[in-house]
């Protein structure tokens, strides 16, 4: 049985920082993309980061030098650094797990930066 399971998210000044982590299993890790996205108050669904299997990084425009992703495939963990926090990042992130035409979802957790 596959599973991402999200770390808690919270509530954040703007400015602040937060790192949001997403431990899998069920898969082989290592082979996997992953990635996070979000889904903002009446917005839909998007993407703000991934990591390749090879370890290279794709960014949104609107997370680049302020978000980092990271992975380490001996602990099947995928994170999510988040710094200079603004208001118009509150959002539910999902963690994501695409290999091939395979597409696994985490449950979401919010986080809530204030003004």
């Known amino acids: 049985q596959v599973q991402l399971v999200e770390s808690r998210g919270g509530l954040v000044q703007a400015g602040g920082s937060l790192r949001l982590s997403c431990a899998a299993s069920?898969?082989?890790?290592?082979?996997?993309?992953m990635g996070w996205y979000r889904q903002g108050p009446g917005k839909q669904r998007e993407l703000v980061a991934t990591?390749?299997?090879?370890?290279?990084?794709d960014y949104d425009d609107s997370v680049k030098g302020r978000f980092t992703i990271s992975r380490d495939n001996a602990k099947n963990t995928v994170y999510l650094q988040m710094n200079s926090l603004k208001p118009e990042d509150t959002a539910v992130y999902y963690c994501?797990?695409?290999?091939?035409?395979?597409?696994?979802w985490g449950q979401g957790t919010q986080v809530t930066v204030s003004s």
């Open positions: 994501n797990a695409k290999y091939s035409f395979v597409n696994y």
């Open positions: 990591i390749r299997s090879d370890g290279s990084t």
């Open positions: 069920g898969i082989t890790f290592s082979l996997y993309g």
